[in-house]
């Protein structure tokens, strides 16, 4: 019987049978799995505690009947302060959403396994704006992906500081206000300000491991929170039920 050794994060859970669950986890070195964890939901299960949303664990899993199965599992962080604030949970309900959208089964994306459990540390234990968690997220995530837009620049005349600088959603481009006619399809554009294309400039090209280590004010926060969730769903060409959720709770 094949045997794996892995760490790895719950990103959704499905009630199963009477007492199981599906869980898809993103795992280190696998990517997405699959894995089914029997009995879970039995009063005493040495495997309730891993099998939830979220949580982070040492986990064993064999290969049953040509899928993962849950073997033992430990868990290694469980992020607490989210499970007291529904806020910050569906905000992290909404990471593993889209982590899961981007992700292959048993094909790993170097790099996101630990964007997440940092940005979930963040939301966790970090006195950081939920927002620019949020957006350090999503523009690092696009990055990660394939979607790294191209912001050193105005991609018409190259000035560096664009006046009225824009994020271009579709071409992942940056320009200024007065090129947008001169882009070849136009485009929707989010606008930014320089505070703003300074933090996405910095989240898309500086150190993953001081991703949140940035100061912006309140007004330049708000447009480039907008800039990097359009962004997000313009590339990944969907919407998320949990962010729907999330800024459903943030009215
Ligand atoms: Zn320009």
Redesign the pocket.
Same mark, same amino acid.
């Given at each position: 019987m094949a045997h794996l050794v892995t760490r790895a994060l719950v990103l959704r859970e499905v009630n199963y049978k009477e007492s199981d669950k599906i869980l898809t986890v993103l795992a280190e070195g696998q990517g997405k799995r699959t894995v089914k964890a029997q009995g879970c939901r039995r009063k005493n299960s040495p495997l309730s505690a891993s099998a939830q949303l979220l949580v982070f664990s040492d986990m064993t899993l064999y290969d049953y009947q040509d899928r993962w199965a849950l073997k033992e599992a430990a868990t290694a962080a469980e992020f607490r302060g989210l499970r007291s604030d529904l806020e910050k949970l569906a905000l992290g309900a909404y990471f593993a959403e889209v982590a899961e959208a981007v992700s292959e089964e048993g094909i790993e994306t170097p790099g996101l396994l630990p964007l997440l459990l940092n940005s979930l540390y963040a939301l966790d234990k970090l006195d950081k704006p939920s927002a620019v968690v949020k957006a350090a997220f999503e523009m690092k995530l696009c990055c990660l992906t394939g979607y790294e837009p191209l912001v050193d620049g +105005?991609a018409? +005349?190259g000035?560096e500081n664009?006046e009225k600088p824009r994020l271009n959603l579709s071409e992942g481009v940056l320009? +200024?206000d007065? +090129?947008r006619r001169e882009l070849e399809d136009g485009g929707i554009s989010m606008p930014l300000d320089v505070p703003s294309l300074t933090a996405l400039r910095y989240i898309a090209y500086g150190d993953p491991k001081r991703l949140f280590s940035f100061q912006i004010p309140e007004e330049s926060l708000g447009l480039l929170a907008g800039a990097t969730e359009s962004f997000l769903l313009t590339q990944l060409e969907r919407s998320f039920r949990t962010l729907d959720f999330y800024k459903g709770l943030r009215g």
């Open positions: +105005c018409v +005349c000035e664009p320009h +200024c007065r +090129c």
